[in-house]
């Protein structure tokens, strides 16, 4: 069993920041990629910024220059700093974790988390 938990969200006026951190418990030999997701009412989930093993980087266009994503293997958590923020930015989080459960494993177990409210409002 695999559990993903987010937190760090909350509100916060335009041009604030916020850090969300996400951390992968359980049943886990090896995580691939982590990734941030966003959901805003009425629209669909959508990538933010995702992130491998190795370090590489993929962010959406809407988030370049001002999110940063990182990851701390050791600790199975990863990162998303959050600066200049928008309102346009509101939306729940959501933690992705591609995860491998054994080193026979042929298939990553796609893990989430339960989500985390970011609003940006005055």
């Known amino acids: 069993q695999v559990h993903v938990v987010e937190s760090g969200g909350g509100l916060v006026q335009p041009g604030g920041s916020l850090r969300l951190s996400c951390v992968a418990s359980?049943?886990?030999?090896?995580?691939?990629?982590m990734g941030w997701y966003r959901q805003a009412p009425g629209k669909p989930r959508a990538l933010v910024a995702a992130i491998t093993s190795g370090g590489g980087t993929n962010n959406a266009d809407s988030v370049k220059g001002r999110f940063t994503i990182s990851r701390d293997n050791a600790k199975n958590t990863v990162y998303l700093q959050m600066n200049s923020l928008k309102p346009e930015d509101t939306a729940v989080y959501y933690c992705n974790a591609k995860i491998v459960q054994t080193r026979w494993a042929t298939q990553e177990l796609d893990s989430w988390g339960q989500g985390t409210q970011v609003t940006i409002s005055s």
């Open positions: 359980g049943s886990i030999w090896r995580i691939n990629e």
